[in-house]
């Protein structure tokens, strides 16, 4: 068998079976994955251009961030421990109203994507204004990438009312149509952000178009308040009216839930995407993770932005959602670790529609793959590699990243992202916000 790169490492984890594979190798060709054998079979059976071996290292499916805002990683820190509605009205969408233009995207796309790649993460599934741009920015990066084609009520730099956002947001689809590595999703940003009349479009324009619906839903208890004042209903039963609540549903945080809508989103085959710094941080509350899977839904991982996290960071987010799980189920066996990278990849890739693609390593998917440097003392001795991934690895051990078969990290460097270009933007506009909100 012939292959362009033939990568040994001590373990690899696939991520769709439930075992880990000691002294392997994994075959790319054509930024496919072409097998995963025992590295000495590799060695007699591929002629590969070339091999690379990784001594102490794991290998497992690119990290898949299920709900970001990348562009704003350049609101790190601008408005810190404060609850969400204050934090969001009073500061976050003035900032926007003020900032959220071409230039900001795609600078703060980069600076997001250059800190997701660096720790492991090749998808990241967003919602934030001009995605037309952070999608050039993404594929200009070699990174994967989900689009938010996002629509709030009121006018911004995107667009002005409704019909505009949509008009606007099929143009985006329209423009990665076939694209490799972009795709797209209709992102209403709220229920209490969007009226009826939008979300109806929506649930009808996304049926035509077969796109996933990714929309924040159920984050906090005054959201629920709200709803039940302005609507007479919670949000999950107003977005079932308008025919959301469906297989394309992402719904994102979901903290307040009662057991007949779990019931309903089980059997709707709507995605879930848990974000618990997120709301841990905004005090927003806790997703039943646990009981959502027992009762059959797909819950996936996410970040959300750096402005409430305040990182991008995979590895913490699935520690943290594996130790909180725990606690809130009052359970130490509740969400082991190999569920918590589960939720990271293959559910991520799920929700997004795209596990035909990545999310594991499968022969015949797409090589997204990370190799983890689990040589180092925070992860010394290694019993059990994947609850070291999970419990004790760092983003900072991630030496190796690729993308469709494509090197995009090399031994912790960018290979197609200028970063000190990056930064030194980071800092111009650090300057420009910071004389702004002082």
């Known amino acids: 068998m012939q292959a362009d790169?033939?990568?040994?490492?001590?373990?690899?984890?696939?991520?769709d079976r439930p075992d880990i594979l000691e002294h392997h190798a994994i075959a790319i060709d054509d930024g496919r994955i072409a097998a995963v054998l025992p590295s000495g079979e590799a060695r007699e059976q591929i002629d590969a251009g070339e091999q690379l071996?990784?001594?102490?290292?794991?290998?497992?499916p690119g990290l898949i961030n299920a709900h970001?805002?990348?562009p704003m990683a350049l609101f790190r820190g601008l408005a810190d421990d404060l609850p969400l509605m204050t934090w969001l009205h009073d500061h976050i969408w003035p900032a926007e109203a003020r900032w959220a233009h071409e230039e900001f995207v795609g600078d703060g796309s980069r600076l997001a994507i250059a800190e997701m790649i660096r720790g492991g993460t090749t998808c990241f599934n967003d919602m934030y204004f001009f995605p037309d741009v952070t999608g050039r920015v993404a594929a200009r990066a070699g990174m994967r990438a989900a689009v938010g084609l996002i629509a709030i009520d009121f006018p911004s730099t995107w667009a002005a009312d409704a019909d505009g956002y949509l008009e606007r947001g099929i143009a985006v689809h329209d423009q990665f149509r076939g694209d490799?590595?972009?795709?797209?999703?209709?992102?209403?940003?709220?229920?209490?952000?969007?009226?009826?009349?939008p979300l109806q479009r929506i649930a009808t324009l996304a049926h035509e178009l077969d796109l996933p619906v990714h929309i924040h839903v159920h984050e906090t208890q005054a959201e629920i308040s709200g709803s039940l004042e302005q609507h007479g209903v919670r949000p999950i039963e107003r977005l079932r009216d308008v025919g959301l609540i469906d297989p394309s549903l992402i719904a994102v945080h979901m903290t307040q839930l009662e057991d007949d809508e779990i019931r309903l989103l089980a059997d709707s085959g709507g995605q879930i995407v848990h974000c618990p710094q997120s709301n841990l941080k905004?005090?927003?509350g806790h997703c039943?993770?646990?009981?959502?899977?027992?009762?059959?839904i797909n819950v996936a991982l996410g970040t959300d932005g750096a402005a409430s996290n305040n990182d991008l960071d995979m590895f913490s987010?699935?520690?943290?959602?594996?130790?909180?799980?725990?606690?809130v189920a009052a359970d130490a066996c509740a969400l082991p670790a190999e569920a918590a990278l589960r939720m990271a990849?293959?559910?991520?890739?799920?929700?997004?529609?795209?596990?035909?693609?990545?999310g594991s390593l499968t022969p015949g998917k797409s090589a997204d793959i990370v190799a983890i440097d689990l040589g180092q003392p925070e992860t010394q001795p290694v019993y059990h590699p994947l609850s070291q991934l999970v419990y004790a690895a760092g983003r900072e051990q991630v030496r190796h990243v690729w993308i469709r078969g494509r090197q995009v990290l090399k031994q912790r460097t960018l290979t197609t992202i200028d970063l000190d270009d990056t930064l030194a933007r980071a800092r111009i506009w650090r300057e420009r916000i910071g004389e702004q909100s002082s």
Request: glycine content about 6%; cysteine-free; charged content about 10%.
């Open 5 to 15: 790169l033939l990568i040994h490492a001590d373990w690899v984890i696939p991520v």
């Open 53 to 60: 071996a990784l001594p102490g290292h794991a290998l497992i």
């Open 68 to 70: 970001t805002h990348s």
């Open 180 to 197: 490799p590595l972009i795709h797209t999703a209709f992102a209403p940003h709220a229920p209490y952000s969007v009226s009826d009349a």
């Open 282 to 284: 905004l005090a927003s």
């Open 288 to 296: 039943p993770v646990v009981r959502l899977m027992d009762a059959g």
């Open 317 to 327: 987010e699935m520690q943290t959602a594996a130790l909180l799980a725990k606690g």
């Open 345 to 358: 990849t293959l559910s991520g890739a799920r929700a997004l529609g795209i596990d035909d693609l990545t």
